[in-house]
């Protein structure tokens, strides 16, 4: 058999006729090809950001944002009668850490000067010859803590360096997310970082465990999981596969 074929054969090849595409199909293609070409340039910017230019990128006025909120923070230690202000801080793997003093010492003083830490007990941060850092809060990031019993303020704070006068940490993980949002905005206009806790938690029907000097254990037991399957009371929920939870 020579030459092309209409149908499909096992030695011939099939023709086929493309229909002519119409307005919407046109205007469609061209817009797919506007978003692949302005993601292609999102990508190629990102990658043009050092790790330098996102710790020399200055973030906040805190003496503005002290100015502009300490007598907010006032009326809402008014309003809910605050006793006291924890402010928390967050090191480099994720965990978070805080100081609770009095409320009698929220005031301008301690936006100018924070709260004293030993940096050198946080994972990553300064070495021991180096640790005296200061916690200087955030006063935007106030919120009353839901968990304490006793009507509490909290506060998130950043955490400075004060080898030569008060700096922020550069390595400080609120700091370089800051960084890299701003840099980004600067670097692409109209590209907007989106930036957001991942909650993971189990929930478990029974929970025993044990540590002592000569032996150790731990025990536990939820309906969902696959090894209940022979239990008198089956579970007819969903049953989680195992390093599927």
């Known amino acids: 058999m020579t030459g092309a074929s209409s149908r499909a054969t096992r030695t011939g090849t099939e023709n086929f006729m493309l229909a002519p595409l119409d307005s919407f199909q046109i205007d469609l293609m061209k817009r797919m090809q506007q978003i692949t ?26 003496e503005s944002e002290k100015d502009m909120n300490l007598s907010e923070l006032k009326q809402i230690v008014e309003k809910n009668k605050v006793e006291f202000v924890d402010i928390k801080l967050i090191d480099l793997l994720g965990a978070w850490h ?94 907007k970082a989106i930036l957001g806790p991942e909650f993971e938690f189990y929930l478990f029907d029974k929970v025993n465990y044990h540590q002592g000097p000569d032996s150790a254990f731990y025990f536990l037991d939820s309906a969902e999981a696959p090894w209940e399957a022979a239990d008198d009371e089956e579970n007819l929920g969903y049953k989680i596969p195992y390093k599927k939870g």
């Open 98 to 191: 805080h100081i609770t003093i009095s409320v009698s010492a929220l005031n301008e003083e301690l936006f100018r000067t924070g709260v004293g830490v030993d940096g050198s007990s946080l994972p990553g941060f300064s070495k021991i010859e180096h640790g005296d850092m200061i916690m200087l809060p955030d006063p935007s990031s106030a919120f009353m803590d839901p968990f304490y019993e006793r009507p509490t303020l909290s506060l998130i704070g950043n955490i400075m360096e004060v080898n030569d006068g008060i700096s922020e940490y550069s390595r400080s993980p609120r700091r370089v997310a800051a960084a890299s949002e701003r840099l980004l905005a600067e670097r692409l206009p109209g590209a």
């Open 37 to 62: 070409e302005s993601f292609f340039s999102v990508v190629t910017g990102l990658d043009e950001l050092s790790t330098a230019d996102i710790f020399s990128v200055p973030v906040r006025n805190y």
